[in-house]
């Protein structure tokens, strides 16, 4: 996982406990479970004063609302933040982006590598920086790498309106969220 900010922890009580006015539960860091079998495992043996102790996820820190509710964590949440610990910052950003505005995982029933497929060949890269507009900075970057003024001379290319062409760019095949570039399918 990354660094201790970005750690995502849960807070697990049960509707047992809270129903009688208690809050009593533990926080449990997810970096110290190899996967979902495991953490369940661990949070039993925690309320195992109760017979049959029915878990309720009170408060989380640094997990997605696509994955998680008060009552489940996603069975793919590990496999999740195995992949975005191998990430950039920025790069985990817009995944988590994807995932939650653009193709709704894991609701879309997909797994996981083919979810990832899918943004690798969708995410274009963040042009929100600068403090410009994110839309017109890719849009340069657009034109210079399909060469689509490279035969017009000099003279004219300066008359070029790139904002009207970014306009029409995300208005048909672009998406722009938070500064993270990508290509509508």
């Known amino acids: 996982m990354r660094n201790l900010e970005s750690t995502p922890k849960i807070y697990v009580g049960t509707y047992s406990q809270y129903n009688n006015g208690s809050l009593f539960g533990k926080w449990f860091d997810l970096t110290d479970f190899a996967d979902f079998k495991e953490f369940l495992q661990d949070c039993y043996e925690f309320h195992r004063n109760e017979l049959d102790p029915e878990l309720m996820l009170q408060d989380w820190e ?20 195995e992949a975005i610990g191998e990430m950039d910052h920025e790069t985990a950003e817009a995944f988590e982006i994807y995932c939650k505005q653009i193709n709704y995982w894991p609701s879309n029933g997909y797994e996981l590598d083919d979810q990832l497929d899918g943004f690798r060949e969708s995410y274009r890269g963040f042009f929100g920086g600068s403090g410009k507009d994110a839309t ?10 399909t060469g689509l003024l490279s035969g017009v001379p000099s003279a004219l290319e300066k008359y070029f309106d790139y904002e009207a062409f970014a306009k029409d760019l995300f208005l048909e095949g672009y998406s722009e969220y938070e500064g993270h570039v990508f290509v509508d399918y």
């Open 62 to 81: 640094n997990i997605p609302d696509f994955l998680i509710s008060e009552c489940s964590l996603h069975k793919e949440a590990f496999t999740y933040f």
């Open 136 to 145: 017109l900075e890719y849009t340069y970057q657009y034109i210079e790498e």
